[in-house]
């Protein structure tokens, strides 16, 4: 479900790794896009969630647990992801979020991330203006 509001689209996301109306979907669409959940939850991410610029994803006022894979942030810009728990990513090269080549301008707040195989962030090759806020 989506809710316009000035311009800027509100999605509001179900607990799935994929199909319509899940975070995956919200991630990888073009335009700016504000994404809320309407449950609480875990999803199990089977593959790195990519998100394209310009995103917010906002876990205020659910319980929301990534495990599996991570976020994949590449060659994007104006991302903040806040209030998310990550949790328990196995295999080679698996971080809970990745910051790969030339991504600038990205805000990770309140998010808790605890026991990946690799990394909890991997922030890599040119990625500038990243904060990491609690």
Known sequence: MLIVFEDLEIGYVWILDDGPGTLREGGRRKEPLWIVFAVSGTIN???YLSVSSYKTIDG????IKLTGKGIRLKECEHIIICNLEFEGGRGHDVDGIQ???KSRHIWIDRCSLRDYDDGLIDITRQSTDITVSR
């Open 60 to 63: 205020r006022g659910q319980r």
């Open 45 to 47: 991410l089977n593959s």
């Open 99 to 101: 910051i790969k080549p």
